[in-house]
């Protein structure tokens, strides 16, 4: 057997974190260029090849058709839920889509789990290059609030992704265990995750006892599609509609630029968390440059209103553990969007105590997945945790009423059993319809499966089934039936409502072995390869305009030598050369680039008056 | 139901020997299946009394957690995974059961056949007839005041009128609860002592009945509170 890793799948960046026994504490393992934040965007090139993580970022701005971010936002959800996010989100959802999302990849067509599946497989890979051992079982964290479907869906990837999934963890769970390790906290504790995607917020108790700590979730709340995410969005909507009234330009017709939009509006965002203004210079695809300075204060009353949605359940968790927002010991603050000040002032207001962030909130998470992995592997024995179910599991009744059968924030597993039986005389099946959410109306939850129980024709009410619904530590829901009268078990088959039957997996899993996995360090040439090709034609494009005229020859003579020197490892095979080569020529043409940018504001602003600017 | 513990005898499905449906094998120490219809308080070891000390029941609680979660049995058989699975969502089950003093007597009288847990009576208690009836004359004033738009004095004096009214029945809910409180006290002391299946059926249609009222007032309360609310 290989070795057992952590995963954190998340929107933005996904990390591999595995525990040490050396230090007996977890660490996060770095990718080829030593980052350990692999970006969760996936790109497929014209050859059939997939690129993730920095390289297939980088064409998002080149390649965005090929190109795909944020996927885990369409993770068990069927075509109908994310007509919103479509109006936000570049996702091409290929019109045969049913009940599972398809999504459209230059000329190729992907699920949401396949598309995590090659994230999966890429982090697989970073841990197998570090270990030099094979990886095939791991932990992956989900929000806390994930539904059964998109709790399915993970582990779908995970499967996709040749790896044996021992347990999904919640996110902000996984983020107490770790910090729990790291800062032998006691005590009631609020974890509040903000990150890319998604929103949760778990109030956990960490009680000692005789055998060691046992990490007891009290309750849990949140909200799948509120993250980071959110804010870049509304910059964009902000800084689009304003250049609409400025220049008269419509950018969904550019849709490069839009992304390149996006890159700069989520650096000023990151600037802002530090600094008290940022600037955003854009150079416009029709010529001329949108200058705008975005101060702090501004910042924050625009997204006000975003940090604002997190409250809702945040009290609701509080309500649910029945306990105040004094009487919380620790407050832990996790993911990427809680390094916005707004965020933290209003964290520490509302519980009137200094949130804890010692620990680097990107990788937390990927760290407690990690210990997780290694407590089911028999190492760490001294800990347990106890972790609940977000949502009410129910069955819909007479009249589309939904009766439930196990409350949200039950400690999992947790089941429930419920009898049937038959309403007229030789009926042989009764259809059941299971569903997630607290909602009093079938219409309004969550529709995870239906199915029917096969018995028997007989009179009217003779029948006696006694179904079982249990959902297990991961969150998912299974679902047994025994024929009371008989003693018999009675086999179901469930129609997810949403997600891929296991059929569908297995074809999958055969297709991809078809398409036999590519060595690793062959795969990483091929990425290089491509971001070598995406930078020398954007010199090449540089070096066109009537700008180049301005270099001076050694400056020109720099470029020169750097791309011949580009294209001479390009050549090679060895990808860590290509990757500094490339690196090198981007050094090299920094001031082209500059000038260019200073041509192109001089252009815009010409012409202008001078109290105008 | 005489005794306070109700076990099945049975064969541990390892090494054989007897066993009486304890979690675990005297002799092999292997996790056992749970006998059908293994009740909540056998669960815990406990009698079936309606008094719990909170922290005891968590305590218990936590023990078994420690013996029967899943994570235990990651590299354990298939047998041992699925039996794992079995018992520790029966004690989750459990602990969300008995740790409420509501929720521990409706199942006390669920086994017992008296109810159906989570039922909720919607016919009015009669001796509060009257009373139900003001209050929803008082609740019908509200909606057809709002409705013709007067003036916001006359408003305020129905919403006053209903919020006496709801205090008092919050009262009435308060005196149910002590009521209830009462009676779990002399279950408990039946128990003791050992008193006949009279004496029991006695107490557990009294409990019946309290839990009936309590259910109807706390739709009630909920209901003048909702309206409120929203006038």
């Known amino acids: ?613 | 139901m005489k005794t306070d513990e109700i076990r099945t005898a049975s064969v541990c499905w390892s090494c054989r020997a007897a066993s009486a449906g304890e979690h675990f094998c005297p002799a092999c120490g292997k996790i056992q299946p749970l006998p059908y219809g293994t009740d909540y308080f056998t669960f815990f070891s406990l009698p079936r009394k309606l008094r719990v000390d909170p922290a005891e029941l968590e305590r218990r609680f936590h023990k078994l957690s420690w013996q029967l979660h899943p994570d235990h049995f990651v590299r354990a058989s298939e047998r041992e995974r699925e039996l794992s699975l079995e018992r520790s969502s029966q004690l989750n089950d459990a602990y969300r059961t008995l740790r409420d003093s509501i929720s521990r007597v409706e199942y006390l009288l669920a086994q017992a056949g008296l109810r159906k847990q989570g039922q909720q009576k919607q016919q009015a208690p009669p001796e509060l007839l009257e009373e139900v009836f003001e209050l929803n004359e008082s609740l019908d004033e509200l909606r057809v005041a709002r409705k013709a738009g007067s003036s916001n004095g006359e408003l305020a004096d129905l919403r006053k009128r209903l919020e006496t009214e709801q205090e008092s029945f919050q009262q009435k809910l308060a005196e149910v609860d002590a009521e209830l409180e009462d009676v779990f006290g002399e279950w408990d002391a039946a128990l003791d002592a050992g008193a006949n299946d009279a004496l029991r059926s006695k107490l557990m249609a009294r409990m019946n009945e309290l839990l009936n009222r309590r259910s109807y007032i706390r739709n009630l309360v909920a209901s003048v509170r909702q309206e409120l609310a929203e006038a």
């Open chain 1, 1 to 613: 057997m290989g070795r057992v890793v952590g995963i954190d799948l998340g929107t933005t960046y996904s990390l591999i974190a595995l525990f040490d026994k050396a230090t007996s504490g977890p660490r996060c393992i770095p990718g080829p260029y030593g980052e350990t934040l692999c970006p969760s965007v996936v790109s497929v090139d014209a050859n059939g090849s997939v690129i993730v993580g920095e390289a297939a970022r980088r064409r998002l701005l080149t390649q965005p058709d090929r190109t795909i971010y944020s996927v885990k936002r369409l993770m068990g959800r069927g075509v109908a839920d994310v007509q919103d996010e479509l109006k936000i989100f570049p996702f091409r959802i290929d019109a045969g889509s049913q009940h599972v999302i398809r999504v459209r990849l230059g000329d190729r067509v992907f699920t949401p789990p396949e598309i995590s599946a090659f994230i999966l497989r890429e982090l697989k890979s970073w841990a197998e290059e570090y270990l030099g051992e094979p990886v095939d079982r791991a932990v992956i964290t989900v929000p806390a609030y994930f539904n059964d479907a998109q709790r399915q869906a993970t582990r779908d990837a995970g499967r996709l992704a040749g790896l044996e999934v021992l347990r999904l963890v919640n996110e902000p769970t996984a983020a107490a265990l770790a910090y729990g390790l790291h800062e032998k906290q006691r005590g009631r504790v609020a974890v509040y995750d903000f990150g890319g995607g998604t929103f949760d917020i778990s109030i956990l108790k960490l009680i000692s006892t005789g055998e060691g700590d046992i990490y007891q979730v009290l309750s849990t709340s949140g909200d799948t599609h509120l993250g980071g995410d959110d804010i870049d969005n509304l910059l964009q909507s902000i800084v689009r509609d304003e250049m609409r009234a400025e220049f008269g330009l419509d950018l969904t017709q550019h849709p490069e630029a839009v992304q390149e939009l996006r890159k700069a509006l989520i650096g000023a965002k990151h600037e802002l968390s530090s600094a008290e203004a940022a600037t955003v210079k854009f150079a416009l695809p029709a010529g001329g440059v949108y200058v705008r300075e975005i101060t702090r204060a501004e910042f924050e009353k625009w997204i006000e209103p975003i940090i604002a949605r997190t409250m809702g359940p945040v009290k609701q968790a509080l309500a649910d553990a029945v306990l105040s927002a004094s009487e919380m010991e620790e407050i832990v603050l996790v993911g990427g969007s809680t390094r916005v000040p707004l965020v933290r002032r209003t964290v520490e207001q509302f519980f009137g105590r200094r949130p804890h962030a010692e620990l680097n909130p990107d990788e937390v998470v990927a760290l407690g997945a990690a210990v997780q992995a290694d407590i089911l592997e028999g190492g760490v024995k001294n800990m347990l945790l106890l972790d609940v179910t977000p949502l009410a599991l129910g069955i819909e009744t007479m009249g589309g009423v939904v009766a439930k059968i196990i409350p949200r924030n039950s400690t999992v597993p947790a089941s429930a059993q419920e009898m049937f039986t038959t309403g007229v005389d030789n009926q042989t099946g009764i259809d059941l319809h299971v569903l997630q959410g607290e909602r009093e109306l079938a219409k309004d939850c969550r529709s995870l499966a239906r199915f029917q129980l096969k018995v028997p024709p007989a009179p009217a009410g003779l029948a006696r089934v006694e179904v079982k619904f249990l959902i297990d530590a991961n969150g998912i829901l299974q679902v047994a039936a025994r024929d009371l009268r008989s003693g018999e078990q009675r086999s179901l088959e469930v129609q997810p409502s949403y997600g891929l039957t296991n059929a569908e997996i297995e074809k999958m899993l055969e297709e991809s072995i078809e398409h036999a996995e590519q060595d690793f360090s062959e795969r990483q040439l091929i990425e290089a390869r491509n971001e070598g090709e995406s930078m020398l034609h954007a010199t090449e494009k540089a070096l066109s305009q009537p700008q180049a005229a301005e270099l001076d020859p050694d400056e020109r003579s720099r470029i020169d030598v750097a791309m011949a020197a580009l294209r001479a490892a390009m050549a090679g095979t060895d990808y860590k050369l290509v990757r500094a080569r490339v690196d090198e020529l981007n050094q090299a043409t920094l001031d082209l680039a500059e000038r260019m940018m200073n041509r192109a504001l001089a252009t815009a602003l010409e012409g202008k008056r001078l109290e105008e600017v």
